[in-house]
């Protein structure tokens, strides 16, 4: 077996220079193959519920057994020579009539002098190669006695996964970081956020938006992301949710998700390691400024004005105060709906830049229609568990409409955080086991389709502000620009507009896909009971989104319908408006992390412009910390 290695730098928590033991296999093979029929079966429970423990879902064991010989087999070896075997990676594989499972294992040899030979026999082979080291090589750590001074301490603002991460990873690496977070405590924002659900009454501050977890934990929490990986940072982030209680599956699922419920208990465990470690974390934190003062023509990129961070004024929401807290390092995992700090960053000079996101709507059909279109005959095995899919149609009018966020086995729910304004997201619990699956269909759009009018902005920001940024947007456009804020307008005009047709009471505007398709208001619901609440009021959807986003949408649905039989299912529901699949706005950074214009400022993460989903965001944190590091503690660049 593989001999302890002593790693120069920290690995997870381990401090700089400690050996660490590892039997980590050397040799991956992927492309392994199984019938779904040789695989062991498990029992699922029916639903998920808050009070679900560790017992309730037990992990599905592996074929190991004809895993070994499908590797020996390929190795061209004895299956005892074969010393340990272990599962990477498992997807599925339904493309033909006999599902398959198809597997990435990782294994070691009784004879380790073997393994180099096998590799060198195999190196063109592109299903056979040395198993990466996926261990978290951290840059620096701080030395004893840090920090001498308290504003060295990195503050984080947000703790959505972005910020759960960042601050974990400068926890870990001693830097003591201080989170402050404008919503409440994961277990009291679940219960404000049920407020809205069942009560309609909208908590601004703690809602699906805010609060302890982000927008993560109300969205299925799934963990998988299309960004490069190469340092399998990624890896990191799994590991870290499986040690705080997330289930150890997910390790290995080709699309793992957690769900809600189990959600709340690894955040909870999270936010206490990371006070373990030395850092503090503040909530109902709302910061209103950022102080600044004059840097260095060297701090900034050429043709910027160099500002730095020397702190921030917080308030504390629960008693009014406002304080300053001195900070020469900060940052930004605000989230995707921080629009008020996003226009009190603007104020302050801090350099952004609108980006292009989509708007659209929740679509509903029965999670069995789903199943069977794509699972065929093994619709409803346990171990396939609830169907997701991944369209997209790019239509005459030149627009991308496609799925966002699927949610098999879920529900819709009301995620506005801002009064009289009606938005919708979607989330599953770990079973999957509602009736419905949902997802987002959206269609793409660019900052060329974002308001101008002066109306439009006045009610987006209010009179004073309104009036000053439309002045800043029509200069803007003079000269061939548009101003950082105006997504913003965009996604308010259309959430208020939603607001207006549901019925002024967060209700949702909705519309059956055949009537939609026909251009006729829907009257009643038919096989698709929606899941949204606090409710769906039917109607004409054309009254909310724009005229181009209507007509793509028209076009994709019947071509989903050849993709997925009965996706265009007159009955399947359509509830608006989904206006927040991303930042609309980039809070731009160079190559160290920091802002082009105001050093010491880190902006991460979705609200940040930098990452989408968990998993993306939660890498991007753990990316921002390590700058920190070095930049606190003095070490390189890495090669």
């Not at 592996?62 to 010989?69: K, M, N, Q, S, T």
Request: glycine share 10%; hydrophobic share 40%.
């Amino acid at each position: 077996m593989p001999s302890a290695r002593t790693h120069p730098v920290g690995i997870l928590g381990f401090q700089a220079g400690e050996e660490v033991n590892t039997t980590s296999p050397m040799i991956r093979i992927s492309e392994l193959k199984l019938p779904l029929t040789a695989l062991p079966v498990e029992t699922r429970r029916a639903a998920d519920a808050p009070t679900e423990t560790d017992q309730d879902r037990l992990p599905t064991p592996h074929p190991v057994a004809a895993l070994r010989a499908l590797a020996a087999q390929a190795l061209g070896i004895a299956e005892g020579q074969i010393a340990e075997l272990q599962v990477f990676k498992r997807r599925f594989d339904a493309r033909k009539a006999e599902l398959l499972a198809v597997f990435i294992c990782d294994l070691t040899l009784t004879d380790p002098a073997q393994e180099a030979e096998l590799l060198a026999k195999f190196d063109q082979n592109p299903h056979i190669n040395r198993t990466p080291d996926m261990s978290w090589h951290a840059p620096a750590h701080a030395p004893a006695g840090w920090p001498a001074d308290q504003a060295e301490r990195p503050v984080v603002v947000g703790f959505g996964p972005c910020g759960i991460f960042a601050a974990l990873a400068l926890a870990q690496l001693g830097l003591q970081p201080i989170v402050l977070e404008r919503g409440r405590p994961v277990r009291q924002r679940t219960k404000d956020t049920w407020g809205l659900w069942r009560k309609k009454v909208l908590t601004p501050e703690s809602n699906v938006q805010y609060g302890e977890g982000g927008a993560g934990l109300f969205s299925d929490g799934k963990l998988y992301s299309q960004i490069k990986d190469p340092r399998f940072l990624g890896r990191k982030v799994m590991q870290e949710f499986v040690d705080a209680g997330a289930p150890p599956e997910i390790l290995y699922m080709a699309h793992p998700h957690i769900g809600t419920f189990k959600l709340v208990k690894v955040v909870e465990a999270m936010r206490e390691k990371i006070i373990e470690l030395g850092g503090e974390i503040r909530f109902e934190q709302r910061v209103t400024e950022l102080l600044l003062e004059p840097a260095t023509a060297g701090d900034a990129p050429e043709g910027f004005q160099p500002q730095r961070v020397r702190g921030l004024k917080v308030q504390d929401l629960a008693s009014g105060e406002v304080q300053e807290l001195a900070a020469r390092r900060v940052v930004l995992a605000l989230g995707h709906s921080s629009r008020d700090t996003f226009a009190m960053l603007h104020d302050a000079g801090v350099f952004l830049e609108p980006k292009p996101f989509s708007i659209g709507v929740r679509i509903e059909h029965p999670q069995s229609v789903i199943d069977q279109s794509l699972w065929g005959r093994h619709a409803g095995h346990p171990l396939l568990g609830a169907a997701a899919y991944k369209l997209v149609h790019h239509a005459d009018n030149g627009r991308a409409v496609y799925s966002f966020c699927m949610c098999p086995g879920g529900t819709v729910v009301a995620a506005t955080s801002e009064p009289n304004r009606v938005v919708t997201n979607g989330m599953s619990q770990y079973s999957r086991a509602e009736r419905n699956a949902n997802a987002g269909m959206v269609v793409a759009i660019d900052p060329s389709d974002y308001p101008l009018d002066a109306e439009a902005w006045i009610a987006a920001f209010g009179a004073a502000d309104g009036a000053r940024y439309v002045a800043e947007a029509q200069a803007l456009q003079a000269r061939g620009q548009t101003h950082a804020l105006a997504g913003v307008v965009f996604q308010r005009q259309l959430e208020s507009r939603a607001f207006e047709v549901g019925g002024r009471d967060y209700q949702a505007p909705g519309q059956l896909v055949g009537d939609f398709l026909a251009g006729k208001p829907s009257q009643q619901f038919g096989a698709v009971q929606p899941s949204y609440k606090p409710g769906v009021k039917l109607g004409d959807l054309s009254q909310v989104l724009p005229g181009f986003a209507v007509a793509a949408m028209r076009e994709a649905l019947p071509v989903f319908g050849r993709k997925i039989r009965g996706y265009d299912m007159a009955d399947a529901v359509m509830t608006g408006v989904e206006t927040r699949t991303s930042s609309p706005l980039r809070i731009t950074r160079g190559e160290d992390c920091q802002s082009l214009n105001v050093a010491g400022l880190y902006p991460a993460g979705e609200g940040a412009g930098y990452a989408g989903g968990i998993l993306s965001a939660g890498v991007d944190g753990i990316k921002v910390a390590e700058a920190i590091a070095r930049a606190a503690v003095g070490t390189p660049e890495p090669a």
